[in-house]
Structures are given as C-alpha cells and as structure tokens.
C-alpha cells in the first residue's frame, strides 16, 4: 500500500511556487489564524450564551440580555485598580460626572476578524492576477522524477530561450512582485492600526501591559486583558412603569464571550509585531538585491551551487543590466537545487 502512496506522490501535478515564504506568512498563516479566530467568536456566539444580565424584578431576562448585547455594555474607570474593596472591576458607584468607558466592539468581533483574514488574502490575490499563470506554463513538470533526462534538458532549453528572448519585459515583473511584497508591510502595519481603532485605542499597548501585569503592585494593578475585555459590565435598560414614568434598571451583565476575545487578541498583538519585523526585514533584504547588481549575482551562485558550474559572464551581465532577478529568484525556490543549476548552465549558453 506505501509503495502505491510514494508512486502517487511521485505523479502528483507540482505547482510552480511564485511566491516566497514571507508571502505563506501572510496569505496562508495569519489568513487561517483571522479566519479560525472569526470561526471560534461565531461559534461561541451562536451556540453558546455570549452574555447573561443579572437585573430586578420586571425585566424580562431575555429582554434585557438582548437590549444589553445590542445597546452595549459599559464599566466605570473609578471602580478599576481598588482590588477587594470592589466586588467587581469597573461596578459600582461612579463618580459624579464620570464618563463611563462603554464596549460595544463584541458584537462586531466575528465579522472584523473575517474582514482581516480577507485583507491578508489580498496581497497575493492581486499578484495571481497579474501573474495570470504564466510561471507555472513555463515551469510546469520541470521537477517531476518521472522525466527522463532528454526530456528535462529540452524543457531547460525551452526555458532558459525564454528567457532570453523575454530579459527586459521581466523587469515588469520584478516591480509588480516587489510591490505585492511592500503591499504585505502596509496590509500588517495598517491592520495594527485598525485593530487599535476598532478597539477604541487600547490594542497598542495591549501585550507590552500584559507583559508587565505580573510586576506591578497587586493592591492598585489592573489587569488588562479585563480591562478591555471586562467578563463583567453595567448595562442600564429604561422603560415605563404603569402610570407612564420612567423606570431605570441597573443591570449586571456576565459576557463570557470575552474570556475568548482577551485570548485571540493578546496572541495576534504578538503575531502582528511578529509579522511586521519579519516582513520589515525582508523587504530590506529585497532592496539590498535591488540595488547591487553584485549581490544578485552571487545569490544566483550560491542557489545554482549544486556541484555544476556554468559561464558566469552573460548571467552577470543581464543581472547588472536587468532587475529580473528578483523574478527569477520564486523559480528557484520552487526548484531543486540540481535543476536550477542546469538550467543556469543553458541560460549562461
């Protein structure tokens, strides 16, 4: 039965990758971590019971867990930091003139982590289009261990003419990837942002509080995942009494939702800063290709370094001449090193 599995993976269709692995950080990783995060918050939502309010007598309770859900929920910035002298962080009496801090994010949560997932998508959406396909017809079956060597060279031939009737129009190319790359940086820095605004300024230093909650003085610390993510909050619901007056009920509302909330959003603060430097880093390392024509050179080098060597002088040549290289670099990370190295010596031809 193994021996039919291997043949099977041997005759596979491979797929030409045109693109690199920063690039699988961010439409394939952070995609299904925003996409599973949104899975999770709607699950909860919708089969569970994502808040229960606690009020007198006279309010219906399913009356008023849909009011508070609607409407919002809000805590008192007096009533946070007093440790045991409140029974809840952010209930009880606030101050006069005090602005309540209201949430009304959660029921938002599911559908702005799937705009997000859908964001981190985009990128390599937009360089599938203007690939169009054209790498894989032009690479396709060129790794397949079923090709006999006659027919493997005549591909390299195929592809390493291609190449050389086509040398200036890849600097198209080579631009247009490079934007799609840059596009990464500005999705992530942009979704920092947006998650910051979306959850009224407090995403910024989210994870660098819950970094120093532990040292902080446990009589006044506050801890900031039920800060901005309270499990328990005030909710007031007005209606009419018999006679016509108005009757104000203070409510306390238990938003289990948020248990799961503090969780997903303290571990994309560290995923996006995570993002953010790796992609930061590598878009320096594709300038630095950009600008030394001598740097190009040597990393096709070392890449093509599989025991073969080939005439460097044309391959020089269009590297100083034509930015193609960084067109040319998602061919051999597909590749194997041994074929790249053939098709070098046909190109170098």
């Known amino acids: 039965m193994f021996k039919y599995v291997a043949a099977a993976k041997i005759l596979k269709k491979h797929k030409a990758q045109v693109d690199n692995a920063v690039f699988h950080l961010h439409y394939r990783v952070t995609f299904l971590i925003f996409l599973i995060s949104s899975m999770l918050v709607t699950a909860k939502e919708f089969l569970g019971t994502p808040i229960q309010c606690l009020a007198g007598k006279g309010v219906s309770a399913k009356v008023l867990n849909t ?3 609607i409407m919002s929920t809000f805590s008192l910035p007096s009533q946070l930091g007093r440790g045991e002298a409140a029974a809840y962080e952010g209930l009880g009496q606030g101050e006069y003139d005090e602005e309540p801090v209201y949430h009304a994010y959660y029921q938002w949560v599911p559908f702005v982590l799937l705009l997000q997932a859908v964001m981190f998508y985009v990128p390599r959406y937009l360089w599938k289009c203007v690939e169009g396909g054209v790498f894989q017809t032009i690479l396709g079956g060129l790794d397949k261990l079923t090709l006999d060597d006659s027919t493997r060279m005549k591909k390299h031939k195929i592809l390493a003419k291609y190449m050389i009737n086509h040398l200036h129009m890849h600097r198209n190319w080579t631009i247009r990837f490079f934007l799609c790359e840059a596009l990464c940086l500005v999705n992530v820095v942009g979704n920092i942002y947006f998650t910051d605004f979306f959850l009224g300024g407090t995403f910024m230093s989210y994870g660098s509080e819950v970094i120093n909650f532990p040292d902080m003085d446990p009589e006044t610390r506050v801890d900031p995942m039920m800060r901005i993510f309270p499990r328990v909050a005030k909710c007031t619901f007005r209606k009419y009494g018999p006679s016509g007056s108005l009757e104000t009920h203070d409510a306390m509302c238990v938003l289990a939702l948020n248990i799961i909330n503090e969780k997903i959003y303290i571990f994309v603060w560290f995923w996006l800063i995570f993002m953010t430097v790796i992609t930061s880093l590598w878009l320096i ?21 599989a025991g073969l060597s080939f005439d460097s002088t044309p391959v020089r040549r269009q590297c100083f001449y034509d930015q193609q290289f960084l067109t040319i670099y998602p061919f051999q990370k597909f590749r194997k090193l041994f074929f790249f190295a053939k098709f070098g010596q046909q190109f170098a031809q």
């Open 67 to 69: 009011y508070c859900w």
């Open 285 to 305: 390392y594709r300038l630095a290709i950009i600008s030394s024509s001598s740097l190009r050179f040597k990393l096709l080098q070392v890449q093509a370094s």
